[in-house]
């Protein structure tokens, strides 16, 4: 059995366990390891674990797997569930920052280096008309400049901002409020494929969770942890996209938000936080000038440009051109310009799409 499986198995009995929680998972991890460690100490070296008394100890020592979590093991096999805990390279860059991180994520799809580029769109379930066009062009205008659209694959904006972002052939990491093996949504169960296949869904629930109200607040913590900046479109006087929000500012990052007409229910929450002293977003390109270059300078100071790139670099923009339009525009014959395409994108100034089209990285 690969190191996969075994990581995997390890997790989701340890889930299994009655009374294990996050913080308790969390120091079994700080003082043995491995999850599959935990599983092979004794008793007497678990209760002395702060915060693991002796019932605990004892039934974590004495644990055998009962047929349904072995059901749940071979359904995670099967959709090709993978884990990552805090302590491994692959747990999200932007994650490791918060004291709140979760100790394990149970994910479907990759969660890339380059995702510590991300935006995250929230809203409302009730969405206008007006929500659902301005959530799916933010998120394909953002996707279209190489970052990272989060949301919670929830009915509402949720989706239709992971829509906008599949849509631009970008990336979007969706998080949700239940075990990694259930759709919920149901209606949006290819919406989680399509995801899973360009980008990656996460929870940090076990398998088999329901989606339990209690859930979503604390999912809403590593929405926004996954991001920069959260963006809210329309959200009404009590709606949970408040306490995302919240999260993001407890976290330290930039809170943004979507003025809607004073009329609508829809529009009151988000139209708070501008008065508030929310960062008002009338396009992408709000978000991209007060985050995504900002985002960038200390890091392109540091990278060393080339003679031959410069004439490059600068030729490019935020929107996609042609390979040929490079060339025939700079008047650069087709093997060197695809030589320095090929280093610019090394360095991380440029991103190749499908067709051979190139775009300058924000």
């Not at 004291?99 to 149970?106: D, E, R, S, Y």
């Not at 206008?128 to 953002?142: C, D, H, I, P, S």
């Not at 209690?214 to 929405?223: E, G, L």
């Not at 985050?291 to 960038?296: F, P, S, T």
């Amino acid at each position: 059995m690969g190191k996969t499986d075994v990581l995997r198995e390890a997790f989701i009995d340890l889930y299994a366990v009655p009374r294990m929680t996050e913080a308790r998972l969390r120091r079994l991890l700080e003082r043995f390891g491995e999850p599959e460690e935990i599983l092979k100490a004794g008793s007497h070296d678990i209760v002395e674990i702060d915060g693991i008394d002796s019932e605990l100890a004892a039934a974590i020592s004495s644990y055998r797997r009962s047929s349904e979590t072995d059901k749940r093991i071979k359904n995670a096999k099967s959709l090709g569930v993978k884990t990552v805990s805090y302590q491994d390279e692959g747990f999200p860059a932007n994650l490791k920052e918060l004291k709140q991180m979760p100790p394990v994520l149970f994910v479907r799809g990759e969660v890339k280096d380059d995702d510590r580029l991300a935006i995250a769109i929230v809203g409302t379930r009730r969405l206008t008309y007006y929500g659902r066009q301005v959530a799916e062009k933010l998120a394909w205008k953002l996707a279209q400049h190489s970052v990272t659209v989060v949301s919670g694959l929830a009915r509402g904006i949720d989706t239709w901002a992971h829509r906008g972002a599949l849509a631009a052939g970008g990336r979007t990491l969706a998080v949700l409020g239940c075990g990694i093996d259930v759709y919920y949504p149901p209606e949006n169960q290819k919406l989680y494929e399509n995801i899973s296949e360009h980008g990656a869904v996460l929870s940090e629930f076990t398998l088999g969770m329901e989606p339990l109200a209690m859930n979503f607040p604390k999912r809403n913590r590593i929405v926004s942890g996954l991001s920069k900046g959260v963006v809210a479109v329309e959200a009404g006087e009590r709606s949970g996209v408040l306490n995302t929000v919240a999260w993001a500012a407890d976290q330290g990052r930039d809170v943004f938000a979507v003025p809607g007409r004073i009329i609508d229910r829809t529009s009151v929450g988000t139209n708070r936080l501008l008065r508030d002293g929310a960062r008002i977003v009338t396009s992408a390109k709000d978000i991209l000038q007060e985050l995504g270059v900002a985002l960038h300078l200390e890091e392109r100071a540091k990278i060393s440009v080339a003679e031959d790139e410069k004439p490059v670099l600068e030729f490019l923009s935020g929107d996609p051109l042609h390979v040929d339009e490079i060339c025939q525009g700079l008047g650069i014959p087709m093997a060197k310009l695809l030589g320095v395409l090929m280093q610019l994108e090394v360095k991380g100034l440029v991103r190749q799409l499908p067709g051979k089209f190139f775009v300058k990285r924000i």
